[in-house]
């Protein structure tokens, strides 16, 4: 059976201590050992997004980042 990955990102509407304030939030939900979970986050918050899930089934992967969304 091929393992279940859930991933989500917010639309780079959190600042870095928003960012940890919400993955801290989403920890006890989202434990599960058949799950992968990945939030993928503006630039800005992603040293803090990786800290903030050692220790977890939660990896951090990047959103996508474009000069088109800045319009």
Do not use: Q
């Amino acid at each position: 059976m091929r393992r279940r990955i859930i991933a989500g990102n917010w639309k780079m509407n959190k600042t870095p201590s928003e960012a940890v304030a919400l993955i801290n939030e989403l920890k006890p939900l989202v434990v599960n050992p058949d799950v992968d979970v990945v939030y993928c986050v503006p630039a800005i918050d992603l040293t803090t997004a990786i800290e903030a899930t050692k220790g977890t089934n939660v990896a951090i992967g990047a959103e996508t980042v474009s000069y088109t969304h800045l319009r």
